[in-house]
């Protein structure tokens, strides 16, 4: 797999090698690079069409990315949506499946599979996506499913993987959003006396501790999986979308909700693309061992942001959101623990008085934009 990107954001590309530690992709090669987006019907894009993948595929396209290939058996080729009051094409392929679950269950009630849709259609053999975009186990949940949901994630995991010729194609497996266990009461009478012998509040916290403990261990199995030596790489989706204002119906994303996975998601393959395949990338992992960052002096340092950014800004909310104790700014330690609430409310990119991988991704992006004119 050839990743490229086309010369005018070579400078973006800079920023994003100097946060990652990577060099930069290089700009000479035609190869399409083919992105799958696999799932539920998050994927799929209920209730409006193109889900997030509409401002996936235009904000790459956006960003300079004219290589991808959003891949799949649904959709088209070409698809448009207005967006900012302009209607804008993207690439409307892709293999979304509303109320699927991550193998065909039977008990509580039915739930046919991704991993038997993959296997009947032989959709990986056929489209060999150079990167897999894996969210799947939000109706395992629903229909109370939760035992051995883990090893089932594992074996589509491995069951893709098998697919794949390219040894360096890979899936990124995102934790999947919250549910609200009041808004979507009757959803849930899978779980019988659990759901009606206790209170709201006590069956809330019930649902919320197995998406918890799914989104943990969705995270601890990619870790295991790149430790095995497989192209695995963990993406946090759960962390950009807020219950109370990006859910449509307490399950699926409403339009806000779908252009913030959209935006994640560009920001994740972007800076994957960006980096050479070879490091993590920042906005898409959680706690991560605390260690001194070491970070370019910003003495005598440009404004590259109209609104007073500078690249030692991302480093420093990067280093904020995964709990890194302090980092280095020319040779002086400052500790992160001290950022006083006018800094806080600086950082805060999406204005909801929190400061998470959402503000990570619009700031890279307000660097990236500007760098395209320097």
Known sequence: MNLKKIPLLASAAIIAAAFSGAPAAAADSSDKVKIMPLGDSIT????TAG??????????????FTDIDLVGPKGN???????????????????????????????????????????????????QPDIVLLQIGTNDILSAYNEGITDRLENLINVILSDLDDPDSVIFVSTVPEIDAVLVSDWLWAY???????????????IQGYVASYNSSVKQLAEKM???????????????????????????????GYEKMGVYWADVIGTYLDSGNTEETTAATTDIPQEETTVPTTENQPDISPNGYKMADLIRLSCFITNKTKFIDDGTEVPLAELTAEQQKFYDMDGDGALDSLDVVLLRRELQE???YI
């Open 44 to 47: 799929d894009g209920y209730w």
């Open 51 to 64: 889900g997030y993948r509409k401002y996936l595929s235009h904000l790459l396209a956006q960003d300079g």
């Open 77 to 127: 080729d070409i698809e448009t949506f207005s967006y900012n009051g302009e209607t804008v094409s993207y690439d409307g392929n892709y293999a979304g499946y509303s109320g699927y679950a991550i193998q065909y269950m039977e008990g509580t009630e039915t739930r046919q599979g991704i991993l038997e849709t993959i296997q009947e259609t032989d959709m990986i053999k056929t489209y």
């Open 192 to 206: 019988g006396d659990a759901k009606w012998n206790s209170t709201q509040e006590e069956f809330s916290a019930l």
């Open 226 to 256: 790149q430790n095995e030596q497989k192209n695995v790489r963990f993406a946090d989706i759960h962390s950009v979308l807020d219950v109370e204002t990006d859910l449509y119906d307490g399950v699926h994303p409403n339009e806000q």
């Open 370 to 372: 500007i760098a395209r």
